[in-house]
């Protein structure tokens, strides 16, 4: 049985969906550290590790957001392609300075 406070309208997402953008974004975060650990392309320190984390997980709820906001498909379709696109945009700054 679900519980009132998932479904209040100031409230877009449960515990349970936060958990899981936490838990991707770890996940992911796993992929440098396990390469660096091995040797490979990855020459990240703790500021890379943190900007990283908080794009993803940001990324992560803001999806989170429009899919509980949005009722139709084409509207929850832009927003993830906008959403993904700033991502994306962000990183690539970030990583090489694309826009200088």
Known sequence: MKSTIDNHPLQPFSARKALRVL????????????SMQLGGAFDWGAFDFVAAAVLLAGTGFALELALAKLRTGRARATAAAVIVLALLAIWAELAVGLFH
């Open 23 to 34: 838990l991707v974004t770890g996940a992911l975060l796993l992929v440098p550290l396990v």
